[in-house]
């Protein structure tokens, strides 16, 4: 189809990798390219790992983008991989200066896979755990059917998000109550005998409470103690957990990628001097990877606007920025980029970086859903400090609710008891209790979570789901 | 640098999980496709034959905010106070309106799918083996190839010398032993004994509005799916009416466009007479149905209800169905009058449907397996 060859591919990627590490002075791992066609790509971006194992839920995510792309809805121009080496999918048809554009993007990405600490968290080596997890759930479907094993995977995804992800800072544990001395405590006995007391009693209670603390890791903690479940099934709650962890970190770190590649997409395409009808067919395709999503944020939008004040406060700052950064105005630009894309995630470089100009370029606006038509939006600001307050918890918890176990023994009869950390927002009923029935697939009892009422937030609720895909909500303990 | 060619997965993995997928989402196809049998796309699906179906009901589960209260961060044009659209459908994890994407989406299908799905709970009600004689005039087929018998198949033993000179290296005739020897075999095939032949009448008359008439035809063309889906066998007479009845092509029928008074008892009269000559009750299980806006002239209609009798002593089915997308008063329709006089009649079914989502009961109640039909009462 394409009217150049692998070897005008090279040429490409040579010239892109040489602007990168001279002018710009980026070190890039190297990266594998694969040259595929359209129907490869979507799948593997259905996947989101290519060779998984097989299941109709890549088949649904396949079927509505490929789909979209046939009727030229949409185009996927690349996928990448987080994996060393670096694995690139390019798809074939796309035409030279289209890869050029996504080759040099590509660096990009490989850059923070490379040097970022969340993303150098993940497993690189996934690939065989991945090719060998697939080969055994195909095994079990032959075994046990395929209906019951996409019944049970699909399960597991109900709960694969909440896991702790990647954690550059160690948790402290709980406090264990211990009694403290005081020094006055001789002349109040009572108090100190009912201090004992107390804390005799809160131990007590501390060793019947199982977990002992609240448990984040959801399919870790029924992997290991549900009962009931057979060894395909254990396997399969692994499989899906720790694939899953593949996923998060790229998650968190999605504006500061794309920024990332955008940045070298646009820096690099400046400097390949292209032929004009070229260069605009390559300024063109940046405007539509880069345009803004209407009602949602556009990752490869904000994350330019936000890599490219980073370099401007570097460059050029004003005098609070100056008394706010120490190093602005003091460092080569391309130098402070790279020191941010060591360390920080999305909430970090949104909390310090999403500045009133940030919020202008890009066109932000705050909204809240209209009432009784969710899928409706009034904005409701424009100010970047409502902007900031509303993505920044969204990006921190990657928009999925906290959701953690504490109880293994729920009503002394072995269900489990879930509790949402909420931050002032109930849980969506409907979704709540069907993730909970599913839940109870898994756990094989009940499975309850506490969250709070939405229309009223000082009232707890509860919503349960069974094992045979009932639920029900409470307003009182059950 | 490194340029590989090809990503080494099976190419068809994708399309092999998307049939996976489809199959899953079959059954919650089937629910929602009934109540959308009169929907122009799932008809107007092109010389394709394929639909895009909107399926409801496959949700993602997974926990998520309370949508009522979300908030979000878009971008582009407007001011505080701005009421917009529906935001992103498939927004990413972590951005405005978290909602998993999967409450609605789209499938391709099949239209021999579609229709393998509905028809799988059709049939022709009351069907009977027909014309015992039949066994009879079994005919001869000659279509199998045996090692022994009265009629020499040349191509089938040359066929077979030149396979066995193959085996030895040798690629040409040659040698013909009595083991390359092939006689064609015959098999007796019975005539189909349930012979069945379907009346399909219409109004066309003038009261026949355009909605009416595509409500009309939209029965229709669901019917002829059915059973020529079902019933490749089955014979189709189509006959059109307005105060006359005559009986016409296929083509004519679904394009016809007419005007003029109604006469309901024309059509049957019709029917009735073409029964006769052509289609002996002993020979043929017979089915009639007749479409109308009931709008009839109030003298014919004792004259209808006497041929109704009259021709559900011989027909397993007469069937009315009453389209008034309009629905207006019922008084003086052909369906008050038949709840009134015709109710009792055995093999009389009658409905009504005042929108296309109607259809798909009136088909059923027409063509219900009887099993089903059972389970319902």
């Not at chain 1, 209906?147 to 264990?176: G, M, N, S, T, W």
């Not at chain 1, 009931?228 to 790229?250: A, M």
């Not at chain 2, 032993?177 to 032949?197: F, H, I, N, Q, T």
Request: net charge negative; proline share 5%; aromatic share 8%.
């Amino acid at each position: 189809v394409s009217t150049y060859t692998l070897e005008d591919l090279r040429t490409v990627e040579d010239q892109c990798r040489e602007i990168a590490a001279g002018e710009l002075g980026f070190e890039i791992p190297e990266v594998i390219y694969h040259l595929v066609r359209p129907e490869e790509v979507y799948f593997a971006a259905a996947n989101g790992l290519p060779a998984r194992y097989s299941s109709a839920r890549w088949g649904a995510q396949f079927d509505d983008a490929y789909g979209r792309y046939q009727r030229g809805q949409e185009r996927v121009y690349e996928l990448i991989f987080n994996t060393r080496p670096v694995h690139a999918y390019l798809m074939d048809g796309n035409s030279l200066v289209a890869q050029t554009l996504v080759v040099a993007h590509c660096l990009g990405h490989a850059f923070v896979f490379e040097t970022n600490e969340w993303l150098g968290a993940v497993d690189r080596e996934i690939m065989t755990r991945v090719v060998s997890a697939a080969e055994r759930i195909a095994d079990y479907m032959g075994v046990y059917g395929r209906d019951r094993v996409e019944d049970f995977l699909d399960a597991c995804h109900a709960v694969a998000a909440h896991q702790p992800q990647a954690q550059l800072i160690r948790k402290a544990r709980r406090p264990e109550p211990a009694q403290r001395e005081r020094p006055f405590d001789v002349l109040f006995p009572d108090e100190v005998v009912a201090d004992r007391e107390r804390v005799a009693a809160e131990r007590a209670n501390l060793l019947k409470r199982f977990p002992r603390e609240p448990e984040e890791d959801v399919l870790q903690f029924i992997e290991r103690h549900a009962r009931g479940l057979e060894d395909w099934q254990r396997d399969i709650i692994s499989i899906v957990r720790s694939e899953q962890s593949y996923f998060l970190p790229q998650m968190r770190t999605k504006i500061l990628n794309e920024g990332t590649a955008v940045l070298f997409h646009q820096e690099i395409g400046q400097r390949l001097f292209l032929p004009t009808d070229r260069y605009w067919e390559f300024e063109q395709l940046n405007a539509v990877v880069t345009q803004p999503h209407p009602g949602r944020v556009n990752p490869y939008n904000l994350g330019i606007h936000i890599l490219r004040e980073v370099m401007r406060i570097a460059a050029d700052p004003d005098e609070d920025e100056r008394e706010r950064w120490g190093w602005a105005g003091n460092v080569d630009p391309l130098e402070q980029l790279r020191t941010i894309l060591r360390s920080y995630d999305d909430e970090a470089l949104l909390r310090e970086f999403l500045t009133p100009k940030v919020c202008e370029l890009a066109r932000l606006y705050a909204f809240e859903h209209v009432a009784h038509d969710p899928r409706r939006i009034r904005i409701s600001s424009r100010e970047a400090d409502a902007i900031r307050e509303t993505l920044i918890p969204l990006h921190s918890t990657l928009g999925i609710p906290s959701v953690v176990i504490v109880d293994a023994d729920f009503r002394g009869r072995g269900e489990l008891l879930l509790e949402h950390r909420h931050t002032g927002v109930g849980l969506d009923e409907e979704y709540a209790r069907g993730t909970l029935s599913q839940m109870a697939l898994l756990w094989g009892k009940s499975v309850s979570v506490k969250t709070i009422n939405a229309r009223n937030l000082d009232e707890p609720v509860w919503f349960t789901g069974h094992p045979d895909g009932r639920s029900e909500r409470s307003t009182a303990e059950p | 640098m490194t340029v590989v060619g090809e990503s080494g997965l099976p190419h068809d993995a994708g399309r092999r999980d998307a049939l996976h997928h489809r199959e899953r989402v079959r059954k919650k196809i089937t629910e929602q496709l009934k109540e959308r049998i009169g929907e122009e796309d799932i008809i107007a699906s092109g010389p394709e034959k394929k639909i895009r179906v909107p399926v409801k009901g496959t949700k993602r589960w997974q926990f998520i905010l309370d949508r009522g209260q979300g908030k979000g961060v878009g971008q582009g044009d407007g001011q505080p106070g701005d009421i917009l659209g529906p935001p992103g459908s498939r927004p990413a994890p972590g951005e405005a309106g978290t909602e998993p994407g999967e409450e609605l989406y789209e499938v391709w299908l099949d239209m021999d799918d579609v229709e393998e799905l509905l028809f799988s709970e059709l049939e022709l009600p009351r069907l009977k083996p027909k014309a015992e004689a039949d066994a009879q005039s079994a005919h001869t087929v000659y279509n199998d190839i045996a090692r022994t018998g009265p009629q020499l198949d040349k191509k089938a033993t040359l066929r077979e010398n030149l396979m066995r000179n193959a085996k030895r290296g040798r690629a040409s005739l040659g040698g013909i032993a009595k083991s390359d020897l092939r006689y064609l075999s015959y098999r007796e095939l019975p005539k189909p004994r349930e012979k069945a032949v379907v009346f399909l009448a219409m109004d066309v008359s003038g009261s026949m509005t355009v909605d009416r008439k595509r409500m009309a035809r939209l029965f229709f063309y669901w019917c002829v799916q059915f059973l020529r889906s079902r019933y490749n066998q089955t014979e189709l007479v189509f006959v059109a009416h307005t105060t006359e009845a005559r009986e016409v092509t296929e083509e004519e029928f679904f394009g016809r466009v007419e005007s003029g008074g109604t006469k309901v008892s024309s059509a049957f009269e019709a029917i009735a007479q073409i029964e006769q000559n052509r289609y002996p009750a002993d020979d043929w299980n017979i089915y009639i149905l007749h479409v109308s806006d009931g709008d009839n002239f109030a003298a014919d209609n004792q004259r209808t209800l006497e041929l109704i009798r009259r021709l559900t002593e011989t027909a397993a089915l007469v069937g009315y169905l009453e389209v008034d997308p309009a629905g207006g008063s019922r008084v003086h329709k052909l369906s008050a009058f038949y709840e009134h006089e015709a109710a009792d009649i055995d093999g009389f079914v009658f409905a009504g449907a005042v929108d296309d989502r109607e259809l798909w009961p009136a088909l059923k109640k027409f063509f219900a397996r009887e099993d089903v039909q059972a389970a319902v009462r």
